[in-house]
């Protein structure tokens, strides 16, 4: 077969793609220093900084964060005088990265994708072999930067947008509701509901029993456990019923059988209940994923590393994948026997979906 012959200048700037990619990777892993070193936090509030000031404000080594900062220069992150030799953190930049109580906080994400790293290896054998990989094999990593990250867009949404756009959901919450959330995690949604709606009860379910005894902790320090509870069980394994409210947040697609747990759900559901997915937003097919959705590429990589292979890991494995887009979940909803199935809310990256049993 005669080699194709190759245009050069496309070679020459795929390869400079490639280049901003790996940067991109390495500098994912200089912002989880940053974060965890509170070099971010500290410039901050802190103005212009040499390296040997931003050292002695965060206890740290001046030599390690001369090259932090000479790489956060090189990639954006900060600004250099060289007049002055100091660094600055711009305030939008701040925003960003200092601090998980702005609203543009997006530090929370790095620590997953350093997770990703760490499992390599793992996931390579799985593509060999098929098997899945469950959550709870996932890097420490992982989990925190689940709920920190995610965090952030529940705070933003969850009782301001989400809640609202949902039919009769906020007056049953006021009056005295029972909540069930399904894949819990460590409880962020849960907590966050819990403390707007004091009159209502909450129960969190997950499999992952490190996750239910750090969202039991939270919920002591947020002074939510007299109406918030959490415990280890699985999706179609609990056994409450007349339930007015049952969510799935971010957890949905990493289910194996995902048409038994909401089916299991609908039982458990009151004649009048409510089945809330939050799941994350795209397009029902991949072509108008890919240009539509901004965070497709990130997607694709969490789906690919974490929830294919939990789904792959239990029962059925259907592995509906992070980007399933709503009508791919309609189907399953329908399937399951859902009678009213709709949209509620959506934002930059998350689709609210509403179905009644």
Same mark, same amino acid.
């Given at each position: 077969?005669? @080699? ?14 490639? *280049? ?26 802190? *103005? ?13 080594? +001046?030599?390690?964060? !001369? ?71 996932? /890097?420490? @990593? ?25 039919? %009769? ?11 069930? /959330? ?30 239910? &005894?750090?969202?039991?902790?939270? @919920? @002591? +320090?947020? %002074? ?16 409450? !019923? ?23 759900? !609908? ?58 887009? &709503? ?31």
């Amino acid at each position: 077969m005669t @080699a194709p012959t190759l245009n050069m200048d496309k070679v020459g700037a795929f390869a400079q793609q490639i *280049g901003g990619m790996l940067a991109g990777g390495a500098t994912t892993a200089m912002m989880v220093v940053g974060d965890r070193t509170g070099l971010y936090a500290a410039m901050a509030v802190g *103005g212009p900084l040499t390296p040997a000031q931003l050292a002695a404000e965060t206890g740290t080594a +001046e030599r390690y964060v !001369r090259e932090w900062l000479s790489q956060q220069a090189a990639v954006g992150i900060v600004t250099y005088d060289p007049e002055a030799g100091t660094f600055t953190l711009p305030p939008e930049h701040a925003a960003v990265l200092a601090s998980d109580d702005s609203p543009a906080a997006m530090i929370g994400a790095a620590p997953l994708i350093s997770g990703m790293h760490r499992r390599t290896d793992q996931l390579v054998e799985a593509f060999r072999t098929g098997a899945g990989i469950p959550w709870a094999e996932q /890097d420490p @990593a992982t989990f925190e930067s689940t709920e920190r990250f995610f965090r952030v867009g529940y705070r933003n949404s969850l009782l301001a947008e989400w809640v609202p756009a949902l039919d %009769g959901v906020d007056e049953k919450l006021r009056s005295g509701a029972k909540v069930l /959330d399904i894949g819990c995690g460590r409880g962020a949604p849960l907590l966050l509901l819990a403390q707007a709606y004091p009159a209502s009860q909450f129960v969190g379910y997950d499999v992952h029993p490190e996750s239910i &005894e750090t969202a039991t902790e939270r @919920a @002591a +320090e947020a %002074g939510v456990s007299d109406r918030v509870r959490f415990a280890v069980d699985f999706c179609q394994g609990y056994q409450d !019923r007349d339930v007015d409210v049952i969510t799935f947040f971010d957890a949905f697609h990493d289910l194996g059988d995902p048409v038994g747990a909401a089916s299991h759900a !609908r039982r458990s559901l009151a004649d009048d209940g409510t089945l809330v997915l939050v799941e994350p937003l795209a397009a029902d097919d991949l072509a108008t994923t890919l240009v539509t959705i901004p965070m497709a590429a990130l997607g694709f990589a969490a789906s690919t590393f974490m929830c294919t292979p939990n789904s792959l890991s239990q029962p059925v494995g259907l592995a509906l994948g992070a980007q399933a887009g &709503e009508a791919r979940l309609r189907e399953v909803l329908t399937e399951a026997g859902y009678r009213s199935i709709r949209r509620a809310a959506e934002n930059d990256f998350n689709m609210v979906i509403e179905a009644r049993p």
